[in-house]
């Protein structure tokens, strides 16, 4: 358990995550912040294991993953016991979104190209357009 050096106000540990106290709430709520302890007066108290979670939870959203996916991996984890459990999981959720990050990246150079060539399309009627008009 933690001392109560290691204990943040919900103020303190959203400066040290970036999430808004809105958003830590919400990810409570939601089951993917299991375990927040309370003062006596009720004010929620986070240790260095929510802090964690919640980098955690930003880092998989960053690379893609929905909050239904990271309440599934919670669920593993909680289910099965084990860390193992839940990296595998969390092994193929990401692999899944590779895929779809190169498939992104595949149509973004497919858009490039087809921007690339419109404007020289433009550039040239332009062209066309100033030879008429100085003639």
Same mark, same amino acid.
């Given at each position: 358990? &933690?001392?109560?050096?290691?204990?943040?106000?919900?103020? #303190?540990v959203?400066?040290?995550?970036g999430?808004?106290?809105? $958003?830590? +709430?919400? !990810?409570?709520?939601?089951?993917?912040?299991?375990?927040? +302890?309370?003062?006596?007066a009720?004010? +929620?108290? !986070?240790?260095?294991?929510? *802090?964690?979670?919640? *980098?955690?939870?930003?880092?998989?959203?960053a690379?893609?993953? $929905?909050?239904?996916?990271?309440?599934?991996?919670?669920a593993? !984890?909680?289910?099965?016991?084990?860390?193992?459990?839940?990296? #595998?999981?969390?092994?193929?959720?990401?692999?899944?979104?590779?895929?779809?990050?190169?498939?992104?990246?595949?149509?973004?150079?497919?858009? *490039?190209?087809?921007?690339?060539? !419109?404007?020289?399309?433009?550039?040239? +009627? &332009?062209? $066309?357009? *100033?030879?008429?008009?100085?003639?």
């Amino acid at each position: 358990m &933690a001392s109560a050096q290691e204990d943040w106000s919900i103020g #303190e540990v959203c400066r040290q995550t970036g999430l808004s106290a809105r $958003t830590v +709430r919400y !990810y409570e709520e939601l089951g993917l912040l299991p375990g927040v +302890r309370r003062r006596e007066a009720g004010r +929620r108290i !986070y240790g260095p294991d929510e *802090r964690e979670r919640l *980098r955690f939870i930003t880092r998989l959203k960053a690379f893609g993953l $929905t909050l239904q996916e990271i309440g599934d991996l919670n669920a593993v !984890y909680g289910i099965e016991g084990s860390t193992r459990a839940m990296l #595998e999981r969390l092994d193929q959720l990401l692999a899944h979104h590779l895929r779809g990050v190169d498939e992104r990246v595949q149509q973004l150079g497919g858009l *490039r190209d087809e921007i690339e060539k !419109y404007r020289d399309h433009v550039g040239a +009627r &332009a062209a $066309t357009l *100033r030879h008429e008009e100085e003639a």
